[in-house]
């Protein structure tokens, strides 16, 4: 098969999961978007979680129950319960083992850089909105 025929069938199974997906969304919950990078790269194939404000992440945190990047470092995140508080935390899962790996794995959180480092911060969603421009602008691979 030819290389366009294969990205013209990734890009329109990609179209379908999103379509699915919004429609499938409850009207009364919310959606998060934004981009994440790595190295200064759109960053695709990296695991995107909500957080509960009160937690950050932990080893061996499971990453399945998150969303994907697209290859273009741009995600998604339907369903989201309305005016709850989470951080939005990217994995870049480098071993491939679908868990959070210190020393292994780069991560990422949305927030506010301090000239020294990315400060977690919050976010919130209306009930049926959308909150974009959650971007993820740096991952770093953390010791143990």
Same mark, same amino acid.
């Given at each position: ?27 009364? =919950? ?6 994440? %990078?790595?190295? *200064?790269?759109?960053?695709? &194939?990296? $695991? ?43 994995? =870049? ?6 868990? %959070?790996?210190? *020393?292994?794995?780069?991560? &990422?959180? $949305? ?34």
């Amino acid at each position: 098969m030819k290389r366009g025929m294969v990205l013209r069938i990734f890009i329109l199974a990609a179209v379908l999961v999103l379509v699915a997906s919004v429609l499938t969304c409850d009207p009364s =919950k919310g959606i998060i978007t934004g981009s994440v %990078y790595y190295l *200064g790269q759109p960053c695709g &194939g990296t $695991y995107v979680l909500l957080l509960d404000e009160d937690s950050l992440i932990f080893l061996n945190q499971p990453l399945e129950n998150g969303t994907i990047t697209f290859d273009t470092g741009g995600y998604i995140v339907v369903n989201v319960k309305p005016d709850t508080y989470y951080y939005v935390v990217a994995v =870049k899962d480098l071993n491939g083992d679908l868990k %959070y790996t210190p *020393g292994t794995d780069a991560v &990422g959180y $949305y927030g506010d850089y301090d000239g020294l480092e990315w400060l977690p911060k919050s976010v919130s969603v209306p009930p049926g909105q959308t909150v974009s421009g959650i971007d993820i602008n740096e991952l770093y691979v953390l010791p143990f």
